[in-house]
C-alpha cells in the first residue's frame, strides 16, 4: 500500500512538474516536446505548432513516423548525455535537441525531453556569408591589381610609425616586388620607404575615411596608384590597400609631360625666333621681300616698303611685275633700258638662275615718285625634294653710295684739275721771275732795266702770294675758322677798292670797265677787308674769263632792303652744268691749251662762303655758252642813321728810324737768310746770319742782338723752341723776336705767341709791313 502511495504521489509530483513545465514550454520560443520511450509524443508546445501545419497531428505519432531521419534517434541510445542533431524537415531547417529522462533507480529512459530551433535563415546567411566569402577569396586571388590588408603599430605617443602585413593576394608580390611579406613590417622589407605612406594610412585606420592617392615609393623604385579603406570596427587597426603599379604609366606620362614640354618649348622658341626674325627682318635697313612659287609676294619687310613706298601693289603673279617701274644701272650696254616683268630678280630665281647679283634703278609707288639705285640679290627656297618653291630677294638702296662713288670721281679728276691748275700756275709765275733773275746776271743792268725786272718779280711775287692766300682763306672759312671784324660801311667804297685792285689786269687785257653805283651812301654791316676781297674776287673772274677788249659792268642798286651788286661780262658764258657747280671748290670751266685763263678754281668758293658768314647770297647766270655771265651779291642794307661808318685812315708816312738797329737772321735755307739780311742792310740795319738755331742760341748771348728774324721750321731746333730759350738768356730779354715762317694758320701763330715770340710774318715776308715795324723798334 505503501509503495502504491509513493506511486502515485510521485506520479501526483510528476503532474505538478509536468504542469509546471508544460507553462515553461509554451512561453519560450523554440519548439519543445516530451516523446516517452515508445518514440511517441506526448507533448508538442505551440512553438512546435507554428513550425509544422501537421503538429496537431503530432502527439500520438511516433518520431519515427513523424521525421524520417529516425536513425539518429536511435543512435541516440547509445549516448549517455544531451544529443544534438539537425534534420530538414518540409523544407524547414531545424536544430533539435533531446534530453532521456531515466529511471532513478534502474537508469532506463523513461522519456526524452526535445526542443528544435528554427536556424533556416542562419543557414541562409552562413550560405551566403561562405558564397560570399568564395567570391571574394576567388576576386581576391584573381585581381590584377595588389591587395594587401595591414595592422598599424603605434608607438608610445600613439603615433603611426611601422605597419605589419596581415594578408595579400597573389599579384602582391608582382606590384611591391616584396617577398614573403605577411607577419613582417614594412620597415623589415624597405627600411628607407618614406614615412608619408605611414602617416596615410595611420590617417585612414584613425579616421574611417579612405582615401585615393597616387605617390612614388623610392625605396621601392615604383610608383603606385593606391586606395586605402579602414576594415572592421572603428578602433580597428587594420587597413585595406588596393593598389596598382603605375612606373612605367607615369614614366610614360613623363614622357609625354616632358616630350609636350619639349614640343611647347620648342614651339615657343619657333615663335621667339619668328619674332626675332620679323623684328630683324623690320630692322634690317635692306629690303626684303620673299614671294610663293608664283611670284605672289608673302612678305614685304619695312626697308622694302620705305624703297617702293606704301601704295606698292602686292603682286600675285609674275606678270603683276609689270606694274613694277625698273631700269637697268648696270653700267653694261642694257643700262638703261626697262626691265620686263620676266627680267625681275624673283622672275629670275623662281626659274632656277642662281647667284644674281642686279643693279636696277627703280621708281617708287609714292606721291611723287622717287628714284632709286638699288643692288638685287637673292636665293631660292627650296622643299625637301629640291623644288624651287618661293625666292628671297634683298634689295639694297645704293643711290647713296653711287652718288658718293660719282662725287669721289669728280673730286678725284677736280684734284686732278687743281693739281695740274697749280702746277700751271705756280709755273707761269716763276717763269718771268726765274728769267728775271737770269737777266740780272748777264750784265751789269741800266737802273730802268733794274726797276722793271724788280717791278716784274714782285708782281709775280704778288700773284703768287694771292695764289697762297686764297687757298689758306677758303681753308680756313670752311672750316668755320674765320671771324668778322664787322662795321657799318659804305658799300660804294668797297666797290671802289676793289676796282683798284683789279683795274690793272683789266688794263692789261684791254676791257672796258663801267661802273655804276647810286649817288648817296649805301651802308652795309660787314668785314670790309673781306668784302673787297669778294668783289675783287668777281671782277678778276670776269676779266679772266672776257676775251681782250671785251666788255665788264658793274652795278649797284638798293632793292627791297637789299644791296645787290652785279658783276655782268660779255665772256666765254657757262654751260648749265658748271652754272650748277660754280661756287663749288675747285670748279672751273673746263680750260684747253690754247684758252688757260688761269686761277685754282677757289675764288667763287671763297665768294659764296665770305657771303654766307655777311648773312647774304650769291648767285650765278649765263644764257649759256658765249652768252657771258652775270654774278649778283645780296647783303642786307642798314640804313643811314644806323651805327657808324668805319673811318679809314690814310696810310702814315713811314718815319725814319733814329738808331740803326743790330738784326740776326736764323734760317736754315741759306738763300732766304742772306736775301733777308741783304734787304734788312739795305733798309739801313746792321745784319748777322746763322743757319743753325743753336749757333744762333751762342752768338745772341755774346751779341745781344735788337732784333732776331727768326724762321720756324728748322731741323736741329724749331723756332718755337729756339724763342723760349732765348727768352731765358739774361742777355736776351730785351731782345724782339719775330717769326718767319712758311706757317700761316691760327694755330701756329698762336703756338709762336707762347712761345715768346713779340711778332709773326709769314713767307714771303711783306717788306713793307717789315720796313715799317724796324723803323718803329728803331724809334721806339
Known amino acids: 500500500m505503501a509503495r502504491e502511495r509513493d506511486v502515485h504521489s510521485t506520479n501526483d509530483s510528476l503532474k505538478d512538474k509536468a504542469g509546471d513545465a508544460t507553462t515553461i514550454l509554451e512561453s519560450i520560443t523554440d519548439a519543445s516536446c516530451f516523446v516517452d520511450k515508445n518514440w511517441e509524443f506526448t507533448y508538442v508546445n505551440r512553438q512546435a505548432k507554428a513550425y509544422h501545419k501537421a503538429a496537431s497531428e503530432q502527439v500520438g505519432t511516433t518520431v519515427i513516423s513523424y521525421y524520417p531521419d529516425h536513425d539518429r534517434w536511435y543512435e541516440a541510445h547509445a549516448y549517455p548525455a544531451t544529443v544534438g542533431i539537425s534534420i530538414y524537415f518540409r523544407n524547414v531547417t531545424e536544430r533539435v535537441r533531446a534530453e532521456p529522462y531515466r529511471d532513478s533507480q534502474t537508469g532506463e529512459i523513461r522519456r526524452w525531453f526535445g526542443t528544435s530551433t528554427d536556424v533556416h535563415d542562419l543557414k541562409v546567411a552562413e550560405s551566403a556569408l561562405k558564397k560570399s566569402e568564395e567570391k571574394y577569396r576567388s ?406 674769263y672776257t676775251p681782250a677788249g671785251g666788255d665788264i659792268v658793274l652795278n649797284m642798286d638798293v632793292y627791297d632792303d637789299q644791296v645787290w651788286i652785279s658783276v655782268t661780262d660779255n665772256g666765254i658764258g657757262m654751260s648749265p652744268d658748271v652754272k650748277e657747280r660754280a661756287f663749288e671748290l675747285f670748279a672751273q670751266a673746263e680750260r684747253t691749251p690754247d684758252r688757260a685763263q688761269g686761277g685754282l678754281g677757289i675764288g667763287l668758293a671763297l665768294v659764296k662762303s665770305l657771303i654766307d658768314l655777311h648773312g647774304g647770297s650769291v648767285t650765278a647766270h649765263s644764257e649759256g655758252m658765249g652768252t657771258g655771265s652775270t654774278f649778283t651779291v645780296r647783303l642786307p642794307h642798314l640804313d643811314e642813321g644806323t651805327g657808324s661808318a668805319a673811318i679809314e685812315q690814310p696810310a702814315q708816312p713811314e718815319a725814319t728810324p733814329r738808331r740803326v738797329l743790330k738784326v740776326m737772321v736764323v734760317d736754315d735755307n741759306a738763300d732766304a737768310a742772306d736775301m733777308l739780311a741783304m734787304f734788312v742792310e739795305a733798309v739801313g740795319h746792321q745784319a748777322c746770319v746763322e743757319h743753325s738755331a743753336h749757333k744762333a742760341l751762342e752768338r745772341a748771348r755774346m751779341e745781344n742782338p735788337d732784333v732776331c728774324l727768326l724762321d720756324i721750321g728748322m731741323p736741329d731746333m724749331d723756332g718755337n723752341e729756339l724763342a723760349r730759350r732765348l727768352r731765358i738768356q739774361p742777355e736776351n730779354v730785351g731782345t724782339i723776336l719775330v717769326a718767319v715762317t712758311g706757317y700761316g694758320q691760327d694755330r701756329h701763330q698762336h703756338s709762336s705767341q707762347g712761345a715768346g715770340f713779340d711778332h709773326y710774318f709769314v713767307k714771303p715776308v711783306d717788306i713793307a709791313k717789315l720796313v715799317s715795324l724796324l723803323n718803329d723798334i728803331g724809334n721806339a
Not at 607577419?183 to 596615410?200: D, F, V
Not at 631660292?380 to 623644288?387: L, V, Y
Open 139 to 544: 576576386l581576391f586571388e584573381s585581381i590584377d591589381e595588389g591587395f594587401c590588408v595591414i595592422e598599424m603599430l603605434y608607438d608610445q605617443d600613439e603615433q603611426a610609425c611601422d605597419y605589419r602585413f596581415c594578408e595579400v593576394n597573389p599579384m602582391f608580390e608582382q606590384q611591391t616586388g616584396l617577398r614573403n611579406s605577411i607577419g613582417k613590417t614594412i620597415r623589415e622589407l624597405a627600411p628607407l620607404h618614406e614615412t608619408h605612406w605611414i602617416e596615410i594610412y595611420g590617417k585612414v585606420a584613425k579616421t574611417g575615411e579612405p582615401v585615393r592617392f597616387k605617390s612614388e615609393a623610392k625605396a621601392l623604385d615604383r610608383w603606385f596608384d593606391v586606395y586605402a579603406f579602414r576594415l572592421d570596427a572603428a578602433d580597428s587597426k587594420q587597413v585595406g590597400v588596393l593598389f596598382k603599379d603605375i612606373s612605367e604609366q607615369r614614366r610614360a606620362d613623363e614622357e609625354l609631360l616632358h616630350s609636350r614640354h619639349q614640343a611647347l618649348a620648342a614651339a615657343r622658341e619657333a615663335e621667339a625666333e619668328r619674332h626675332r626674325l620679323n623684328a630683324v627682318l623690320e630692322a634690317v635697313p635692306v629690303g626684303i621681300v620673299v614671294s610663293d612659287a608664283s611670284g605672289a609676294i608673302r612678305l614685304a619687310n619695312a626697308s622694302n616698303r620705305r624703297l617702293w613706298g606704301e601704295r606698292h601693289p602686292i603682286s600675285e603673279h609674275i606678270e603683276d611685275f609689270s606694274a613694277w617701274k625698273g631700269w637697268w644701272a648696270d653700267g653694261s650696254a642694257r643700262t638703261g633700258l626697262p626691265l620686263q616683268p620676266s627680267e625681275w630678280t624673283t622672275a629670275r630665281i623662281l626659274r632656277g638662275e642662281e647667284a644674281l647679283e642686279d643693279i636696277i634703278e627703280i621708281e617708287s609707288f609714292d606721291a611723287p615718285p622717287v628714284r632709286r639705285i638699288v643692288f638685287n640679290t637673292g636665293a631660292p627656297i627650296k622643299d625637301d625634294d629640291g623644288r624651287v618653291v618661293g625666292a628671297v630677294v634683298a634689295q639694297m638702296d645704293i643711290t647713296n653710295r653711287v652718288r658718293a662713288e660719282e662725287a669721289l670721281r669728280q673730286a678725284d679728276r677736280r684734284n686732278d684739275e687743281f693739281r695740274a691748275m697749280l702746277a700751271h700756275e705756280l709755273r707761269n709765275l716763276l717763269a718771268p721771275i726765274s728769267t728775271a733773275a737770269d737777266l740780272l746776271t748777264l750784265s751789269q743792268p741800266s737802273a730802268e732795266r733794274l726797276k722793271q725786272t724788280s717791278a716784274t718779280i714782285s708782281r709775280q711775287v704778288a700773284h703768287m702770294i694771292g695764289l697762297v692766300d686764297d687757298l689758306v682763306d677758303v681753308s680756313r672759312v670752311t672750316r668755320g675758322l674765320v671771324s668778322l671784324e664787322k662795321a657799318k660801311l659804305d658799300a660804294k667804297h668797297i666797290v671802289s677798292d676793289a676796282v683798284e685792285q683789279v683795274r690793272p689786269l683789266i688794263e692789261s687785257r684791254r676791257h672796258r670797265l663801267t661802273v655804276r653805283t647810286p649817288p648817296e651812301s649805301t651802308f652795309v654791316l660787314g668785314d670790309k677787308k673781306r668784302l673787297v676781297q669778294v668783289m675783287s674776287n668777281l671782277l678778276n673772274n670776269a676779266a679772266k
